[in-house]
């Protein structure tokens, strides 16, 4: 009985590996659209994508990040400006797509411009703080999505959503962590929407990266400017020392962001060009053997766990 059990994990995995290795033919037919490719995951894929052979639409934020991305990729590539927090620069962007992808339809939707900041204590922050994340991670990705189905259906193609593990387990206060789990909820009920019209949809889940969303200097920035506009009331509660002990314990994060962010894309290539994507990947050691594993824990465990590199407040008990 334990040896059948124990044959059956190499087994799924060996299963698993075989499935994988299936790629699509006729890359060079499609066409994918990646938002925030100005910097990080999404400016890598863009390139790798392009090298590949695959018509990749490049989403930007600034002109300048456009223009980076074009000198250093073929002719292929197009780019173009989209705020995605802006409903009416979505909206233009999802007409020049259609204009761009014809009777092809988009093969690919990869949701990828996120950003990270404010990020502080709760009590620290204001409503606009938390409203202006989640504008970005979440309400964006979902009005590009919607707005763009229609050419993704005609494809058969697929929906690649960037998540992270805080969409599986709580690591801060603040916007963030709240608008991962947005996303990971959107994808699920997406992803059993879209299955009967042959499209797939899947979550990529990294842990941490070397980023400018986890660039410690940002997060003791946005800290410090949170904890100046807070009231003397919560300064003399949580104290100097709080504040001064949770800047530093911002590079705790350090020894966990990895360079190579190819690990992440590699897995956004995987649903891309699979001929069977996964529903869910996870990105680097800390998502696969921390933050995942974690996530399955006992509340209570998970809070003493997360709670070690907690300063304790002045007025605290
Ligand atoms: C790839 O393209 C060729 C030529 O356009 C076509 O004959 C073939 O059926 C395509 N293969 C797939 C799997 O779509
Ligand atoms: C916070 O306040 C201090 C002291 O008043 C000031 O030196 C610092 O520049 C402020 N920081 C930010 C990010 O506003
Ligand atoms: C500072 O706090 C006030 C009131 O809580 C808020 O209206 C304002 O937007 C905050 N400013 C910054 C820079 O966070």
Redesign the pocket.
Known sequence: MWVLLLLLVPLSLLYRWYKDRYILENLTDKYVLITGCDSGFGNLLARKLDRRGLHVLAACLTDRGAEELKKQTSSRLQTVLLDVTDSNSVKSAVKWASQTVGDKGLWGLVNNAGISFPCAPNEWLTKEDFIKIVNVNLLGLVDVTINMLHLIRKARGRVVNIASVAGRITISGGGYCMSKYGVESFSDSLRREMRPFGVKVSIVEPGFFKTQLTNTDLIK?SL??AW?NTTEEIRQSYGQEYFKKSCEASQTIVPLCKEDLSLVTDCLEHALTAVYPRTRYSAGWDAKLLFLPLSYFPTSLVDFVLGIANPKPAQGV
Do not use: I, L, R, S
């Open positions: 920035q410090e400017k100046n």
